[in-house]
């Protein structure tokens, strides 16, 4: 008896590679709610396996598995248009920590993604946490 739930997103039958899960995600970024959606231009999205020790570290957490995806730029409510960017705003996607969730929740695997997507770009635009859930809930109903 597996213990993966059922592959019902995109017809997974093996765990989504890390190419499958960025495509994933470049499809659900067009989802998700406008207001926040008008406002990213150049957003680049990177998947990796999990984060590395040096990661990990910096954000205080105990491990990797508790790291799904973060957001690597500047937030709008810290830059200045007098900044010079050293790199491009992006994502980061960790693979094995959403697959873990996948497995663990049940919850369709588009449905995942795009609730990380939506909760580091809202990061981008310095929201609270409470604005960003209710993104999140948008996004559902959607």
Same mark, same amino acid.
């Given at each position: 008896?597996?213990?993966? @739930? @059922?592959?019902?997103?995109? &017809? *997974?039958?093996? @765990?989504?590679?890390? /190419?499958?899960?960025?495509?994933?995600?470049?499809?659900?970024? %067009?989802?998700?709610?406008?207001?926040?959606?008008?406002?990213?231009?150049?957003?680049?999205? !990177?998947? #990796? #396996? $999990?984060?590395?020790? %040096?990661? $990990?570290?910096?954000?205080?957490?105990?491990?990797?598995?508790?790291?799904?995806?973060?957001?690597?730029?500047? @937030?709008?409510?810290?830059?200045? $248009?007098?900044?010079?960017?050293?790199?491009?705003?992006?994502?980061?996607?960790?693979?094995?920590?959403?697959?873990? #969730?996948?497995?663990?929740? &049940?919850? %369709? !695997?588009?449905?995942? $993604?795009?609730?990380?997507?939506?909760? /580091?770009?809202?990061?981008? *635009?310095?929201?609270?946490? #409470? %604005?960003?859930?209710?993104?999140?809930?948008?996004?559902?109903?959607?």
């Amino acid at each position: 008896m597996s213990l993966l @739930p @059922p592959f019902t997103t995109r &017809g *997974f039958t093996t @765990p989504p590679t890390a /190419e499958e899960i960025a495509e994933l995600a470049e499809t659900e970024l %067009e989802r998700i709610p406008r207001r926040l959606a008008a406002h990213i231009h150049g957003l680049g999205i !990177l998947v #990796e #396996e $999990v984060a590395d020790d %040096e990661l $990990v570290a910096e954000m205080g957490l105990e491990s990797p598995w508790d790291l799904s995806g973060i957001y690597m730029g500047t @937030p709008l409510t810290r830059a200045s $248009v007098t900044d010079t960017p050293t790199r491009p705003n992006m994502i980061l996607l960790f693979r094995e920590p959403i697959l873990l #969730e996948w497995i663990e929740t &049940g919850d %369709e !695997l588009s449905a995942i $993604v795009r609730t990380v997507l939506i909760h /580091e770009i809202a990061h981008h *635009f310095g929201f609270t946490d #409470e %604005e960003i859930e209710m993104l999140e809930r948008e996004a559902d109903a959607d």
